[in-house]
């Protein structure tokens, strides 16, 4: 594909001369970064992240996130390559492609690892939320060309990994359209009965319904032509394989009950205009009691804002009408994305009000809006995209993927001793993204670190100045505690004792135990005959665990028959 292939197929707007140079120049590096590369369905590589590009162009994201799309996959390994985009791209760019690498790296554990600490960390790892949708448009682009990939298990894990993660990941987000097309996709890899039921059950019912419906739309039209209500747009939208499943299993597989397979979604202009059309519907056909739902004034958790109604319609038929204003549809359909949109459409936004409960999606919103109200330039902004929902854990990667999550401030020892004792024990040196770091340095999100050991390394007690972690910090007590105690122990100096005994058959054997009876570890024993001497004497050595031991064994030697006298001292020569 060429350049000027590439931008006719750009949605028409906006890109101003500046953004189509850099577009360029991204399309042209990638170009020749994937040049000769294929895919397994055999296609050209750069097809893919064409394709990427595109669709978070679709969706409405700024040159950068666009061009750093496009630059995705270009970043293999360590360093090098990263280092020329910042060159010839800028520090912006270059720090989105490198959380889209960085994410790449993530491991998948399923069973090991909780789904949720999974989400969790594609988050934080991410750091911003343009990766997180570069990332959900690679995703939808490898789940749209899976059936290419030639390892059935490895589809399946794909496909799992899409439905547990990045399809729950854009939920979060707010993000139904992507969420929905990366739920559907990944549904015939990880339940293919079930997929290829749905689909023929769908085929049989969805014709029949669409005929209705044609017919219930033309009165609706003519009802709010009446009002004097401006209909935006109204249309049928059949629901998704995948939520209508999950639905059927909460109706016990009944299809009788579900009354949104083709549902009607009517746009308008502003909220008023919104209880307007509910009020209409309801004067022309009967409600269903207790299924009008208000998602206006109490929106989803995820934000998502509509008027929901089941009515008894034409013949008596139930259907399902939603309605809600330009904003909230595409709010619905791109959720946070969608505020590029608006920028660029310059479109008022309108106090919505917030699930407290996912604080971070209102705290999204209160940027946006303060964003839109001029209270924030752009450049603080899309600083706020930064993700921080996170602040007090880190996560980081073993070389190998795996996912280790520590507390912030954390250090390359807290790391490996959270791998291994022995690891952290015998650390010489870390390595963070591939190049050596002082064993104090800070770890951040998204770090790859590897630690260097040697059999005869021990940690140092200056480590306990910086650890942040309770493991590692205990780890080390334990070693310099021990330490302190040999090198106490190699530094005490053996007691002696001199014993001055009566020559008596058995004395020599009732000192001895009575040296042994006191527990204390003997060094050496000798014994002396003084010549003419009527005495003789013992020297016993031995090395004492605390000064008590001296006195127990002076006063049991004292107590031995024919014992004269008891001298101590260190290395002393009395004879
Ligand atoms: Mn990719």
Redesign the pocket.
């Given at each position: 594909m060429t350049w000027i292939e590439y931008k006719k197929q750009l949605p028409k707007s906006h890109f101003s001369k500046e953004d189509l140079n850099l577009l360029e120049a991204a399309f042209l590096y990638a170009t020749k970064a994937h040049e000769r590369q294929k895919r397994h369905s055999g296609d050209d590589y750069i097809l893919?992240?064409i394709a990427?590009s595109l669709k978070v162009a679709e969706i409405g994201l700024d040159s950068q996130t666009i061009a750093a799309a496009l630059l995705?996959?270009t970043v293999e390994d360590k360093g090098a390559e990263l280092k020329e985009i910042r060159k010839r791209f800028g520090e912006n760019i270059a720090f989105l492609v490198d959380g889209v690498t960085k994410v790449d790296k993530l491991r998948y554990h399923g069973v090991e690892r909780t789904v949720e600490s999974m989400r969790k960390m594609f988050l934080a790892v991410a750091k911003d939320v343009r990766v997180v949708i570069i990332k959900l448009c690679?995703r939808l682009h490898?789940m749209e060309t899976l059936s290419s990939l030639p390892y059935p298990e490895k589809r399946e894990r794909i496909a799992k990994e899409t439905l547990d993660i990045y399809a729950s990941v854009a939920d979060r987000l707010g993000m139904g359209e992507i969420k929905a097309q990366l739920e559907d996709l990944a549904f015939r890899y990880v339940y293919p009965d079930e997929y290829f039921w749905i689909e023929e059950e769908v085929k049989k019912r969805l014709p029949e319904r669409e005929i209705y419906l044609e017919r219930v739309m033309p009165i609706i039209k003519k009802e709010l032509n009446r009002e004097g209500i401006k209909a935006l747009e109204i249309h049928a939208r059949a629901k998704h394989y995948y939520s209508l499943w999950k639905k059927l299993q909460r109706y016990d597989m009944d299809w009788e009950r579900i009354f949104d397979l083709v549902a009607v979604r009517i746009i308008i202009h502003d909220v008023n205009d919104a209880y307007g059309v509910l009020g209409l519907i309801h004067k022309h056909w009967k409600p269903l009691p207790g299924r009008i739902k208000d998602y206006i004034a109490l929106p989803k958790p995820n934000g998502y804002q509509s008027l929901h109604t089941t009515v008894f319609c034409i013949d008596g038929q139930i259907v399902e009408f939603q309605i809600r204003t330009e904003e909230m549809h595409k709010e619905a359909e791109f959720g946070i994305a969608a505020h590029w949109m608006w920028e660029h459409a310059g479109k008022p936004k309108e106090g919505a009000s917030i699930n407290p409960k996912l604080a971070w999606v209102a705290q999204l919103k209160e940027w946006q809006s303060s964003f839109r109200k001029g209270k924030m330039n752009s450049e603080d902004f899309l600083e706020s995209l930064k993700i921080d929902f996170f602040k007090d854990r880190i996560f980081v990667l073993t070389p190998k993927g795996d996912v280790i999550d520590l507390p912030e401030g954390a250090t390359s020892i807290d790391f490996a001793y959270h791998i291994h004792s022995e690891i952290g024990d015998h650390a010489v040196g870390a390595k963070v993204n591939g190049k050596m770091s002082s064993f104090d340095a800070e770890l951040h999100s998204g770090d790859v670190v590897e630690i260097l050991t040697k059999k005869n390394q021990h940690p140092s007690r200056e480590w306990l100045t910086f650890v942040k972690t309770s493991m590692a910090r205990n780890h080390i007590r334990r070693y310099v505690r021990e330490q302190t105690g040999k090198i106490l122990l190699r530094k005490q100096e053996p007691i002696e004792i001199v014993v001055e005994i009566e020559d008596r058959v058995g004395i020599l054997k009732d000192v001895s135990s009575a040296i042994a009876s006191s527990g204390i570890s003997i060094k050496d024993i000798e014994s002396h005959v003084r010549g003419d001497n009527a005495y003789a004497s013992i020297k016993i050595s031995f090395i004492p665990h605390s000064k008590d031991d001296i006195h127990r064994v002076r006063a049991r030697i004292k107590r031995v028959k024919g014992v004269q006298s008891v001298k101590i001292g260190r290395r002393e020569r009395t004879i």
């Open positions: 893919h992240p990427v995705h996959d690679d490898n």
